[in-house]
């Protein structure tokens, strides 16, 4: 999508290995957010920012971490991936946030299919 | 955790027909709800952001409408096409916390 861009878009790592996907966006948005999707779960909230070096947990925030040290990238780290992770990753932005209220809609980005081997 | 239900979890329609959805959320604490249109290999892209109690939103032949006092959102869709088939997705906020989403509906629209 015009705006944010995630890589890689595909990636399979062995159990163990820490592995970074990155969330990049060219719209100046304070708020970005990770997001995981599985089968049967929806979209479910793993870490978001509200700003630079300002981050928080989600409901699955569990072996995850993340980092935004300018405004324009988000990355998310498995520090030490599992099969468990393996999953569809989405970075989401938004204009308006958590405190202020989400009443501007989320852009998301294209997303990034990790497979944990 | 805020609970977000849809349902159906999955509906098959013909074309030309009319159809909706729901989406339950909590009474309590609302802040907005959106609704996303999410295509098969596409990402989720936002439909409506839902405020206040008794809003109607629409776009073309797809409206929306919001009751916060109970907890419910319909989206319909109004002579589906088989453009519409896709997964919609409905997400609450209590304006202190990200959108909780639901799990969505997966429309097939039949021709």
Redesign the interface.
């Known amino acids: ?1 015009a705006g944010i861009t995630q890589s890689p878009r595909h990636k399979v790592t062995e159990t163990g290995t820490p592995v970074t996907l990155r969330c990049h966006q060219t719209e100046n948005h304070r ?1 970005m ?1 990770w ?1 995981r999707q599985d089968p ?6 793993i870490h ?1 920012s509200y700003g630079v070096k300002d981050t928080d947990k ?2 699955v925030s569990d072996g995850y971490s993340v980092s935004r040290s300018k405004t324009e990238d988000f990355l998310l780290t498995l520090e030490s991936a599992t099969s468990s992770q393996t999953s569809v990753y ?1 970075c989401a932005i938004s204009e308006s ?3 202020t ?11 990034t299919r990790l497979t944990v081997v | ?1 805020l609970n977000v239900e849809q349902s159906p979890q999955s509906l098959h329609v013909q074309e030309g027909d009319s159809t909706n959805f729901t989406c339950s959320f909590p009474s309590s604490n609302f ?2 709800l ?1 609704w ?1 249109r999410w295509e098969t290999a ?5 439909l409506f ?1 839902m ?1 206040l109690n008794g809003d109607e939103k629409k776009k073309g032949r797809i409206s929306a409408t919001l009751n916060t006092k109970e907890g419910y959102s319909y989206l319909y869709i109004k002579g589906s096409q088989p453009e519409d088939s896709a997964t919609y ?1 409905c ?1 609450f ?1 209590s ?10 509906t997966r429309l097939s629209v039949i021709a």
């Open positions: 999508d708020y957010y997001y049967g779960h929806g979209l479910r909230l978001y989600g409901e989405f946030g958590a405190g209220g989400e009443r501007s809609g989320y852009t998301f980005g294209s997303g | 955790i802040y907005a959106h996303y596409k990402s989720p892209e936002a952001v405020t997705l997400a906020t304006g202190n916390t990200p959108l909780v989403f639901g799990k969505g």
